[in-house]
C-alpha cells in the first residue's frame, strides 16, 4: 500500500481463504474493496486440505476450478473404520453436481490461487497492516489501523471481518463467540508413507484411543489428523508412526518422511450475529467447529462468495435487505454445521467397548439403507446449502 487511504466502500480484514475469496467475488461485480492483512505473507500451512462439491461449484463463478482441479487430487470415498473393517461407506460419485468428488488440496495452494485470480481481476491486499480498534457509526465504521510505526484511521462504509477465529473485529463489534472448547487436544502432520489402503480413499479410523484420519494429498502425500489427551512436545515421525500402528488398518505402514506437524486445540462456536450495523463478518471470525468432515474453510469461503452481491446492492443502491437474508441464511447453515460436527466428533470419541458397540451397529444399519448414506454424502458435500 503505497499511499494512506483515508476512505472506503468497503474494507475487508483479513486475507485467508475466507477474505481473498471475497475479494475476488466483489472485485468480478466491478467492486474494489480495500483489504488489509497484519501479516507480511500469507502463512503458508497446509490446514484445510479438502474442498468439497458445493465449494467448487460457487468458486466456478470466480475463475478458480479449472486451476484447482488442475492442482488438486479428486476423492469419491470416504470410509469409516475400525481396524480394516469398513463400518460405513460414503460415496460422493453418485452426487447431483459437476464436482461429485472431495477435491484435495492444501490450504496454501488454495490461498495461492485464489490470490492469483486476485491480482489478476486488479485487486491487491496491503499486508502488514493491522486493525486495531474501530468505533460503529450510523453510517460506517471508524477503524484505527496500524502499519509499522505508524496508526491512523479510516473511515469505511462496510467493514467485513474475514480475520479467523480470534477476530477483533468480531469483538470490538461486541458480537459474542457463544459455545465452548473441545477437551481433546487434534494432531496433524503431512507425510510420505506406505500405507495399506492405498490412495482412493479417505478414512475415519474408530478406536478406544482416539479417532483418526488418513486422506490422500496431492503430490504422493497423506494427511493425518488425530485426536489426542495432550500432544507431546516434539510431534516426530516415531510419535505419527505409533498413531498408525495402533489405530489404522493391518498391513505395512511406514512413514518415509513428515513435512508439517501441528498440534491444535478446538472450539465449537457461532457468533451471535454476522451483520450489526455496517459490521459483516465472515468464515472463522463467524463460526469455528471440530475438523470432522473437513467443513471450516469451505463454510468461510462460501459465506464470502455469497455475500457479495447483496454486498454491492447494498453499496450501490442502499438496498439492506439482502445482507439481513444473507446473515440469516448463513447463521441458520453455520447453526447446523457445528451441530453437526460435534455430533461427529462426540461420536468418534466414545471409548466405552458397549459404547462402541451400539454405534457400530447404528453405523451398521445406515450402510444397509444406501438412501441414508447418500444423504450423509449430501450432507457433507454440503449441496445441501444450495
Ligand atoms: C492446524 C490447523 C489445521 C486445520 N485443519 C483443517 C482441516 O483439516 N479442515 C478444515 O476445514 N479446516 C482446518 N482448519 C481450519 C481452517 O484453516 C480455517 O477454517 C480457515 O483458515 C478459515 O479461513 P479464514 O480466512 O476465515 O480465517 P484465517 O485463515 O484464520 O485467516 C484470517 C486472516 O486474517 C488476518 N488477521 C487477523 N486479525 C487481523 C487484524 N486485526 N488485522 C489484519 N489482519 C488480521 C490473519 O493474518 C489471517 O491471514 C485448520 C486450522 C488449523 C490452525
Not at 43 to 54: F, G, Q
Not at 100 to 120: G, H, N, S, V, W
Not at 156 to 185: H, M, N, P
Request: aromatic share 6%; proline share 5%.
Amino acid at each position: 500500500m503505497g499511499s494512506r487511504p483515508a476512505e472506503a466502500e468497503i474494507l475487508i480484514v483479513g486475507a485467508g481463504p475466507t477474505g481473498l475469496a471475497l475479494a475476488c467475488a466483489l472485485r468480478n461485480l466491478g467492486l474494489k474493496p480495500l483489504h488489509f492483512d497484519k501479516h507480511e505473507e500469507g502463512l503458508n500451512t497446509s490446514r484445510a486440505a479438502v474442498i468439497h462439491p458445493r465449494t467448487m461449484e460457487v468458486l466456478e463463478n470466480l475463475g478458480v476450478a479449472p486451476t484447482l482441479l488442475r492442482e488438486g487430487l479428486r476423492m469419491e470415498q470416504f470410509r469409516l473404520r475400525e481396524g480394516r473393517k469398513v463400518l460405513l461407506q460414503i460415496d460422493f460419485s453418485e452426487l447431483p453436481t459437476a464436482y461429485p468428488f472431495a477435491l484435495m488440496i492444501p490450504q496454501q495452494d488454495t490461498e495461492r490461487i485464489l490470490m492469483e485470480r486476485l491480482k489478476e481481476l486488479g485487486g491487491e491486499v496491503a499486508r502488514g497492516v493491522e486493525v486495531i480498534d474501530l468505533k460503529m457509526k450510523s453510517e460506517g465504521v471508524e477503524v484505527l489501523v496500524r502499519r509499522g510505526r505508524e496508526e491512523y484511521w479510516i473511515h469505511t462504509r462496510w467493514l467485513v471481518g474475514c480475520d479467523g477465529g480470534r477476530s477483533l473485529v468480531r469483538q470490538k463489534a461486541g458480537i459474542t463467540f457463544e459455545g465452548e472448547a473441545y477437551e481433546q487436544t487434534f494432531v496433524l502432520a503431512d507425510v510420505k508413507m506406505e500405507w495399506p489402503i492405498g490412495r482412493d480413499e479417505a478414512s475415519l479410523f474408530l478406536s478406544s484411543d482416539g479417532m483418526m484420519v488418513v486422506a490422500p494429498l496431492p503430490g504422493n502425500h497423506f494427511r493425518i489428523v488425530a485426536t489426542i489427551t495432550q500432544a507431546p512436545q516434539d510431534l516426530s515421525v516415531p510419535f505419527f508412526q505409533s498413531l498408525v500402528e495402533t489405530r489404522g488398518p493391518s498391513g505395512s505402514k511406514r512413514i518415509m518422511e513428515m513435512f508439517w506437524a501441528s498440534p491444535f486445540h478446538l472450539q465449537h462456536r457461532v457468533a451471535s450475529s454476522n451483520f450489526l450495523g455496517r459490521v459483516l463478518l465472515c468464515g472463522d471470525a463467524a463460526h469455528v467447529h471440530s475438523p470432522a468432515g473437513g467443513q471450516g474453510m469451505n463454510m468461510g469461503i462460501q459465506d464470502a462468495v455469497s455475500l457479495a452481491e447483496p454486498l454491492g446492492k447494498a453499496v450501490e443502491a442502499g438496498e439492506v435487505s439482502g445482507l439481513g437474508q444473507w446473515s440469516k441464511t448463513r447463521h441458520r447453515i453455520a447453526k447446523k454445521v457445528v451441530t453437526m460436527t460435534h455430533r461427529m466428533t462426540l461420536v468418534a470419541a466414545l471409548s466405552k467397548p458397549w459404547q462402541r458397540i451400539v454405534r457400530n451397529m447404528v453405523l451398521g444399519v445406515i450402510s444397509g439403507m444406501p438412501g441414508l448414506s447418500q444423504k450423509f454424502a449430501r450432507k457433507l458435500s454440503e449441496l445441501d446449502h444450495r
